[in-house]
């Protein structure tokens, strides 16, 4: 039976990714070698990070003031190298918090200055985005997190920042339109929307590194990441590899703007199943619904009936985050309409 993966991460890939992906472990492009046995300074995958970089620099229409990078670490490893990266000595950073990733963020960069957290939703169990609220212009940078994978709320506006803007995209990057040009640094874990577990993807303004007056270990440096072009040392060779497919795919659909429509189309779907069916409810209402993560309660004498449909229709991955709890549908740019009717005739049977 097909399965219907609504996991929240890692997320499912394009079949077509995961063929070529696999095909590329046993022989890269009819080389006769492996993509993960080949020096990853090697003409092939020098071509591999240089397309992968090229292609989100055009999926995202980057201007030239702003470098590409892959890392390690995770988004996680991001909370504290922007920290260092960015926070001057005594210096300070504000925050919103909207949840565990952003809360994961706060406590991390405590470790480098004071930080300020100017907006919280926490008092209603992190279900809104906050909006009502002033950067200050005295800090050394604002951090957001535009899409809130466990509790299903994505920031639709972005605030004016009269200081240096960081955000972590980790769950909605290439799944809509963004003005690059507003951001000074994006970051975001591969394995959500981009491929797979291993990469993060950091897009930063050269010119806001270098300010801190204090030593960074070369690791953790992204200035020295950009001038070694993410080669400081081995690279995720297969996550990179996984990334480049699946931006290439992102490509071949037409684009971020076609993946916008597409992402809308299917959130739109879904959430009227759930807003029509009396015995299900969203947990998050009007404009701070994520198009990612659609995130729902079942009245308990009807959660026994869906869990059954869906175990018997191959749906997966579908309870909600241990903390928030009731049912979350992650449905990020791979996931197929067709797999979206399926859990939406579900919901229509649950009666
Ligand atoms: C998953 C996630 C993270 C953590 O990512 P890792 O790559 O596992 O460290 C951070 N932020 C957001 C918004 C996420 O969804």
Redesign the pocket.
Known sequence: MKKHNFGA?PCILPVEVLQKASEAVINLDNSGLSLIEISHRSEPFVKIMDKARSLVRELLDIPASHSVIFLQG???LQFMMIAQNLIKKGGKAAYTDTGV?SSKAIKEAKLFGNIEVIASSENNDYRNIPKEYIIPSDIDYFHC?S???IYGTQMRHFPECPSVMVC?M??DIFSREIDVNKFDLIYA?A??NMGT?GA?LVIVRDDILGKTGLKIPIMLDYKEHIYRESMNNTPPVFAIYVSMLTLQWVKDKGGVKALEKMNTEKAKLLYDAIDNNKYFKAKVSGQDRSLMNVTFDVENSKSELFELLCSENGIVGIKGHRISGGYRASIYNAMPIESIRVLVDIINKTQ
């Open positions: 991460g995770g988004a996680s990733w997190t899409n809130n994978t972590d980790s769950s874990g394995q959500k577990a993060t």
